[in-house]
């Protein structure tokens, strides 16, 4: 690499690698910043160090906080008897976005999958069977992708629930075939699961 732009084309080539970024717009967004770079730039490099700190996993449901409970376990407001269980952080975020849901929520970390050797052991299905025991949870509402392995998923952990009090529920039909909750408008996600309908 060429001395004197080292650090410039090393910054490009991060923000290319970033998700629904490319060459091109990483290129425009580093000159946008170097023009910017007492203000604008300046604090996204304070702030991405404070995040990158400072950010973890919510201890209780798996949410992304800054500190040990994030903010929607701290929330008393928040109904205790319901868990929503999602993949990932960003479909938590979609949910949350909605405002549909006023209870707690479960992120698993992933889907299981035999193809690449996923378990339940290797998402928090565990912690999400002994949260429901625990915070004497009446409905588990699984929030989970219409893709196989989402399917999967959800079949794993309604069969881990058979036989329990509690009852488990789906997203309403509605939610596109390997649509991801992240991908669907807020509107769409609100009526998912306003017509969620009983898996037992
Ligand atoms: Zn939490």
Known sequence: MAEGKGDIEALIGQIARLPGLGPRSARRIVLYLIRKRA???????????AVAENSRECLVCGNITESDICAICHDPTR???EICVVTDVADLWALERGRAFRGRYHVLGGSLSALDEIGPEDLHIPQLIQRIADERISEVILALAATVEGQTTAHYI???????????????????????LDYLDDGTITAALRARRKLQ
């Open 158 to 180: 309604a069969e881990a629930l058979a036989g329990s009090d509690v009852a488990v529920t789906g997203l309403a039909q509605g939610v596109p075939i390997g649509g991801e």
């Open 39 to 49: 203000g604008q730039m300046a604090q996204l490099a304070s702030l991405m160090g």
């Open 79 to 81: 109904a205790t008897g």
